[in-house]
């Protein structure tokens, strides 16, 4: 009997200690695999035939001036276009001016500013961290309700995505208690992560500044400072990729932390947009030097490969025509992405420019005397340049993916 008590502690033991190890192996082989972004980028002949069937230029009414565009989305063959500073102005796919709305102030039923702007079914659904708020409209702007931020929640970004509020911090004057909150419709918490839940390398996930796109009932977070994506699906949050911190020499490339206000002459790249295409990203690297180095890349998540298709070299202050994607068709240029969007059965990437912009490019020596693949489309542009004015509202590029 004393025997088989024995043998029955020692297989315990044993149990326990193969449970261990099994769960040590898991936990390092989960973080070994996490991959890596390519060190380099592979160089490749980009043509825009590669991802776009068509483009328009759409010039936006000037009855209701407006700048600093914070979103653009597509509902029901109508172009919402709201502003950090309030105004929310509705086009048709022609450019005319439908509606003009703002309910900027401090009443209960308006906000401070727009943060980020997503039409949910028939409402409108606007972040305003000024008032610390997501405020509820219809489609007209009659106000219907609120929620009111979480108690330790000080500022951030929203997201939608399989019926729940994403709210991801992004507060530099205070340490946040969450990293994210994910809430219903109603605003009642559904589950959320804690500012230091996660020992997740290289360091924790929250940080002041974040890029997300959502895609395939995917959010992909990436936070600058960790120099990580993480995947986000439904209470799944791991990471999903990690940035190169290195340069080529092997030398660390330091943080804005360690930098402070006076970045290295080499400069730290960075992420600063990520624009889903289907089945891959173009996402815009900026390394803040003098002069400022651009690269654009084509990224295929599942080969974890990326294709550079431009590396630009600029001083600040140069107007969108200098930086993003080659513009083939009109033989010179680039086109800088600024939103994704889509309907039913299109999706579009979006391209807003001032007038400035495109009057300084259609009269430049390089547009001039470029040779165009598709001459319609520079006779497009050089009509469209014959009617503006500089005090003209910004003229929207649509590009439609394949």
């Known amino acids: 009997m004393l025997r088989r008590i024995r043998l029955i502690r020692i297989l315990k033991v044993l149990l326990i200690f193969t449970s261990i190890i099994f769960v040590l192996s898991c936990k390092k082989k989960s973080e070994v695999s996490i991959p890596k972004f390519p060190t380099s980028f592979v160089h490749t002949d980009f043509t825009m035939d590669d991802l776009f069937s068509d483009i328009q ?19 029901d063959s109508l172009l919402y276009i709201p502003t950090y500073d309030g105004k929310i102005l ?14 900027r102030g401090r009443g209960p039923e308006e906000y401070g500013n727009i943060k980020n702007f997503n039409i949910i079914g028939e409402n409108i659904f606007i972040n305003s961290t000024v008032s610390k708020r997501i405020k509820i409209y219809d489609l007209m702007l009659n106000f219907k309700r609120d929620i009111i931020y979480p108690e330790g929640f000080t500022y951030g970004d929203l997201s939608y995505l399989d019926s729940t509020l994403f709210l991801f911090s992004g507060s530099s004057f205070k340490q946040p208690k969450y990293d994210w909150i994910a809430m219903d419709k109603k605003g009642r918490i559904t589950s959320s992560r804690n500012y230091f839940a996660s020992k997740i390398p290289p360091m924790s996930e929250s940080e002041a500044s974040c890029v997300n796109i959502t895609l395939d009932s995917c959010i992909y977070l990436y936070r600058e400072e960790s120099d990580t994506i993480f995947k986000i699906k439904s209470n799944m949050y791991a990471p999903y990729f990690l940035i190169d911190h290195d340069f080529e020499d092997g030398t660390k490339r330091l943080s804005q932390i360690e930098l402070g206000n006076y970045p290295t002459p080499k400069g730290r790249k960075r992420i600063v947009r990520i624009i889903s295409t289907g089945d891959n990203w173009i996402i815009m690297y900026t390394t803040d030097c003098n002069p400022v180095i651009s690269e654009t890349v084509i990224f295929n998540p599942e080969q974890n490969v990326s294709h550079l298709i431009s590396k630009i070299t600029f001083d600040k202050g140069h107007h969108q025509f200098n930086n993003g994607i080659p513009f083939d068709w009109i033989g010179t240029g680039y086109l800088f992405p600024n939103f994704f969007i889509k309907n039913d059965k299109d999706n579009y990437i979006v391209s807003i420019q001032n007038p400035s912009g495109i009057l300084e490019f259609t009269e430049s020596d390089r547009f001039l005397s470029s040779t165009p693949k598709y001459p319609k489309i520079k006779s497009e542009l050089v009509d469209l340049s014959k009617n503006l004015t500089l005090d003209d509202n910004p003229i929207l590029i649509l590009l439609k993916l394949k």
């Open 57 to 75: 230029f759409i010039p936006l009414s000037s009855d209701v001036p407006f700048t600093n565009p914070v979103a653009t989305v597509l509902h």
């Open 90 to 103: 509705v086009f048709n796919m022609t450019g005319q001016l439908l509606h003009s709305f703002s309910k």
